[in-house]
């Protein structure tokens, strides 16, 4: 309805007269409330109350469009939570797509506002379904998808860069598992602190990665935990560029998010997703636990090889021990035979068995004489038979004759 102002031929009115007036209008025009969608670009609470900044942006350019401030009173939000649920606060954060029962009102002092009488919860989750769907389909797209999956994790990764909450419980409860395992395996954990959730969480893990990545020879691979949440608690790890420096990190990602039932943009993109902090330090220590079952595995086998060889070993040395008494008892007898042999060589060259035969020993001062011409001119020389020796002087003539017996 069309209101006819009463000051339309006048020169000037008083603002208060102007704003009674578009409040009027307001209420004839738009007495009922109606459904809008806008972005929320703000949130503000105060004793029950939230204020909110309502946004539209162009799809394309991102350029700001249209711009209102909304108020969702604490009596009105109570009536809501009844109806739709106590989570129903959980999709007043920034960024959110939402769809909203507005009464548009203007007070002449505080201006034009939009009360809130009611927030469709199925509309953001559509939203957020359908942004999800358009994100892995760009990974996808792009090969990211299945890039972090790639690299190869190390049987034991001791060295973990953790990107996490420094308060967090999520945290806290990984670091207490790992430190305290009653296995006493170890590890060198660092922590690069971000924050898990909000409008900068997804901002701060990218940058926490790429100073992980120019460090990535002090690490076999990075954690990211965060405790249970929400799935809009989550909305941070549909992040497209946070998916994307996850899927582009030159380390192995390892994930534990804090929920059960959701998966997150980041675990598809990640090496290893799991469910729970805990869940990553129970992972991690299985692994060792695995590596050392393998360790044990090879001992044993070495072992047993070991003593393979040594029992085969002693049993040649038996063996031979056994063989050896009967070959030195072989060479004893055929040594004693070649002594025997040798013996009875040596006897029949003794001069004693020589001379024992009939034969004489010719010899002057000590060497044998066993030819005439080696006798001396003239002189003694010694003769031996078996039962005795004489002498002989032999005289020089002056005819050649030889020297008979």
């Not at 809130?116 to 359908?130: I, M, N, S």
């Not at 926490?208 to 691979?221: H, I």
């Not at 042999?341 to 029949?348: G, S």
Request: include cysteine; charge should be neutral.
């Amino acid at each position: 309805m069309l209101v006819q102002p009463y000051f339309w031929d006048m020169d000037q009115i008083s603002l208060l007269d102007f704003n009674q007036f578009v409040r009027r209008v307001l209420a004839l025009n738009f007495g009922e409330a109606i459904w809008i969608e806008a972005e929320l670009a703000q949130v503000q609470q105060s004793r029950g109350h939230f204020y909110l900044s309502l946004v539209q942006k162009d799809s394309d350019s991102g350029q700001l469009l249209a711009q209102a401030e909304a108020r969702l009173w604490a009596a009105q939000l109570s009536a809501l939570r009844r109806e739709r649920g106590p989570k129903i606060t959980d999709l007043l954060r920034p960024g959110i797509q939402l769809r909203l029962r507005v009464q548009a009102v203007f007070h002449e002092r505080y201006g034009y506002s939009l009360n809130v009488k009611d927030v469709d919860p199925d509309f953001t989750e559509g939203r957020l379904e359908q942004s999800r769907r358009q994100t892995i389909q760009q990974l996808q797209l792009s090969g990211d998808i299945d890039r972090n999956r790639e690299h190869q994790l190390n049987i034991v990764p001791q060295r973990v860069a953790v990107i996490s909450a420094e308060s967090a419980a999520g945290w806290a409860d990984f670091n207490q598992q790992i430190a305290q395992n009653e296995s006493g395996y170890s590890f060198r954990l660092q922590l690069f602190t971000a924050a898990m959730q909000g409008e900068n969480a997804a901002v701060e893990i990218a940058k926490r990665l790429r100073e992980v990545g120019r460090r990535q020879s002090d690490f076999d691979a990075v954690v990211i935990i965060r405790g249970g949440g929400s799935k809009l608690d989550l909305l941070a790890f549909d992040d497209l560029e946070l998916c994307r420096q996850v899927a582009l990190c030159p380390l192995p990602v390892i994930s534990g998010i804090g929920h059960e039932i959701d998966e997150s943009i980041l675990d598809l993109v990640s090496h290893t997703a799991l469910k729970t902090p805990t869940a990553v330090a129970a992972f991690l220590l299985d692994r060792a636990a695995q590596l050392e079952g393998l360790l044990w595995q090879q001992q044993q086998r070495i072992q047993g090889i070991a003593q393979q060889k040594v029992a085969a070993q002693l049993q040649r040395l038996t063996q031979i021990a056994d063989r050896v008494p009967l070959a030195v008892r072989h060479q004893l007898q055929r040594a004693s035979m070649l002594i025997d042999k040798q013996e009875k060589v040596l006897e029949l060259l003794d001069p004693a068995t020589v001379l024992a035969r009939g034969y004489a020993l010719v010899s002057h001062e000590g060497q044998a004489i066993t030819q005439a011409s080696e006798a001396p001119a003239k002189g003694a020389i010694d003769i031996r038979w078996q039962d005795g020796q004489r002498q002989a002087e032999l005289q020089e003539k002056k005819s050649k004759e030889r020297v008979g017996n």
